[in-house]
């Protein structure tokens, strides 16, 4: 889907996440996708897969949540763990009054070290005082020796 632009693989990811999410028993009150690190991609693959999960199973998407405040390179490019959060410093802003209190679902497509998903949730609990974050991605990376 991401590479491809393979925009009918949306429906066999949603149905492997509803089989996932039928087993899971948790409250969300909003779905946030991670900000992309490329919007120059036509087609974001975070915000199709969100806003579908969104209207399957009747939870708000909170695009606004998070916002991206600068660019950063690609992650899945840089490998070393203290130039990722080098560069994810001051990346991202969150809205309190959208978050304050609530079960937020934060929703990426990829996984490797964290550092990005690690960032965001700190800032939903410390400035945005999320009641609790749950993180769903959709693959991790291949990692390098």
Request: proline share 5%.
């Amino acid at each position: 889907m991401k590479y491809k632009n393979d925009q009918t693989a949306i429906a066999a990811l949603i149905e492997a996440i509803v089989a996932f999410w039928e087993n899971w028993n948790a409250s969300v009150q909003a779905i946030i996708p991670v900000p992309p690190s490329n919007v120059a991609r036509k087609n974001q693959p975070v915000m199709a897969v969100a806003t579908e999960l969104a209207e399957q199973f009747g939870i708000p998407l909170c695009t606004a949540c998070v916002t991206k405040t600068k660019r950063t390179p690609q992650l899945k490019d840089v490998f070393d763990y203290d130039r990722r959060m080098e560069a994810l410093r001051d990346a991202f802003t969150v809205q309190p009054a959208q978050t304050s209190g609530k079960n937020l679902l934060l929703f990426d497509d990829l996984y490797r070290s964290g550092a990005t998903v690690s960032a965001i949730t700190e800032l939903l609990k410390s400035q945005g005082k999320a009641k609790a974050v749950y993180l769903l991605t959709l693959t991790e990376t291949r990692r390098t020796a």
